[in-house]
């Protein structure tokens, strides 16, 4: 599967983003998808997960509350909204397909990556 993620950009802190990962050559119904950020010389976290059928997601710490995880199985997509965004969510956003039904904050769990979007939030 081939996932190509979007929507990043520059807004000021307090804004709102909605990314999108559209995925092409198999279905992203059949495993979990997940979000992963990397700021400029940190490592790759996890941001958010959710399962198979949408039924289960997760979060980090760090964004719960504040980014919602969400799946449309029609346009075999993924979505990330992030609201009341912070400096410190600065970072290059990357979906990935799971090999597992639920989401998993473990990298290793992730096969499928796709290339990035870049999120900046001005303070």
């Known amino acids: 599967v081939q996932l190509q993620a979007s929507g990043g950009g520059l807004v000021q802190a307090g804004g709102s983003l909605r990314l999108s990962c559209a995925a092409s050559g198999r279905t992203l119904s059949n495993n979990a998808t997940g979000w992963f950020r990397q700021a400029l010389g940190k490592e790759r976290e996890f941001v958010a997960g959710i399962s198979c059928n949408g039924g289960i997601t997760s979060y980090s710490d760090s964004v719960k509350g504040r980014f919602t995880i969400s799946r449309d199985r029609a346009k075999n997509s993924i979505y990330l909204q992030m609201n009341s965004l912070k400096p410190e969510d600065t970072a290059v956003y990357y979906c990935?397909?799971?090999?597992?039904?639920?989401?998993?904050?473990?990298?290793?769990?992730?096969?499928?990556w796709g290339q990035g979007t870049l999120v900046t939030v001005s303070s």
């Open positions: 990935a397909g799971a090999i597992t039904a639920v989401p998993s904050s473990a990298m290793n769990y992730y096969r499928s």
